[in-house]
């Protein structure tokens, strides 16, 4: 799992862009148990996972006041409904690359996004197909 500022350094981001190029498929957080998840089966969705990274320090020479980094990834689910082409939901993914790709903002920078991966099948009672891209990043705080 990312730190809590990290995920919320990323969550922030989706709230803010998501809504302006998906506005109609909604995200949730991979720990949530909010029943709107998967409740239309006609409708994508999209879950954000932080499945782990790593912490180091950064710089040296200076006690209680050195660069630490978290470099970490974060997951990108995209569901869609099983037995139609997976077309929207890799136009979605392309649009959430374009949401992270390259950009530094606040004490996060964005690494490009992995092309979309075949996700698990058969999850949600059977009604769903995933695709999945990973978003690397580096998180910076002073400390």
Not at 88 to 94: I, N, P, Q, V
């Amino acid at each position: 799992m990312g730190s809590y500022d990290a995920t919320t350094e990323v969550y922030n981001r989706l709230n803010a862009e998501w809504p302006l190029v998906q506005p109609n498929i909604p995200w949730y957080k991979w720990e949530e148990t909010n029943p709107q998840i998967g409740a239309d089966i006609e409708q994508l969705f999209m879950l954000v996972e932080f499945p782990g990274g790593q912490g180091e320090q950064a710089s040296l020479g200076a006690p209680g006041d050195n660069w630490w980094k978290e470099i970490a990834t974060f997951n990108l689910h995209m569901y869609y409904p099983a037995g139609d082409t997976a077309d929207a939901a890799r136009a979605a993914l392309k649009d959430a690359a374009a949401i992270f790709r390259g950009v530094s903002e606040n004490s996060i920078i964005y690494r490009a996004p992995f092309p979309p991966q075949p996700g698990q099948e058969g999850k949600l009672y059977g009604n769903w197909m995933s695709l999945s891209m990973s978003v690397p990043y580096e998180y910076r705080i002073r400390a």
